[in-house]
């Protein structure tokens, strides 16, 4: 894993600038996945991978493993981002994208369709991301009100386990959302590369529009 910024001074955190993307699109399709916490993106992810072969990264995942992983520079840093649900300083989350995508490309043979999760929360982030990983092919957005999404997290934090499913944690995320994701979403609108899907429905019920929708984009399903 090549190695992120020393965090001991996270106002300097600066990622390196490159003169091209690490990947082309022409052979890697990236569709960033976003929606507020509990609008059900995980489940509608975890059907795109079933059916279309897609590789999920969720950069929240794949933050928590950091956090937890031993010997991490940064698992401190994020662990206090999380706990505030604030967001992670974008440098340590766009190499940790471009490391898993570069893992699954190279030591799984992974067939270059990936699936980002929750990501990207903020314009630097979406910026840095298509400028210095891959531009994305769109984003998949999934439309939910507040009300249905507090009432989803509060029964997943029964069993979750999960330190940020909690009211006080739920209440500051959908505030972080609204505020810094919510501007990601019109700008990639405005330039005609959001599909929005009314995300109050069951499963079924929103899978069968994502799926159409992926057809119209000119994804097919492998099985």
């Not at 993307?21 to 991978?49: E, M, N, W, Y």
């Not at 019109?186 to 929005?196: L, P, S, T």
Request: aromatic share 8%; with cysteine; hydrophobic share 35%.
């Amino acid at each position: 894993m090549p190695a992120l910024p020393s965090p001991a001074d996270k106002a300097q955190l600066s990622a390196p600038s490159k003169p091209t993307p690490t990947f082309s699109p022409d052979k890697v399709s990236v569709i960033f996945v976003l929606g507020g916490p509990g609008a059900g993106k995980g489940t509608q992810c975890d059907r795109l991978v079933r059916d279309y072969g897609f590789t999920h990264l969720s950069a929240g995942d794949l933050l928590r493993e950091e956090q937890d992983r031993e010997g991490s520079q940064f698992g401190g840093l994020i662990k206090d981002y999380i706990k505030e649900g604030t967001i992670v300083p974008m440098e340590i989350t766009v190499q940790l994208l471009e490391n898993a995508m570069n893992d699954d490309l190279t030591h799984k043979h992974g067939n270059g369709r990936f699936l980002i999760d929750g990501f990207p929360r903020k314009m630097d982030q979406a910026l840095k991301f298509e400028e210095s990983v891959c531009p994305s092919k769109f984003t998949l957005f999934f439309d939910c009100p507040e009300d249905v999404m507090q009432e989803r997290l509060l029964n997943r934090g029964k069993t979750s386990g999960r330190a940020d499913d909690n009211a006080e944690s739920i209440k500051k995320r959908f505030k972080t959302f609204v505020e810094t994701s919510m501007p990601v979403v019109e700008h990639f609108e405005n330039e005609g590369k959001v599909v929005r899907i009314p995300a109050t429905r069951a499963p079924d019920e929103v899978y069968a529009e994502v799926k159409q929708k992926m057809g119209e984009r000119g994804f097919e399903m492998e099985k």
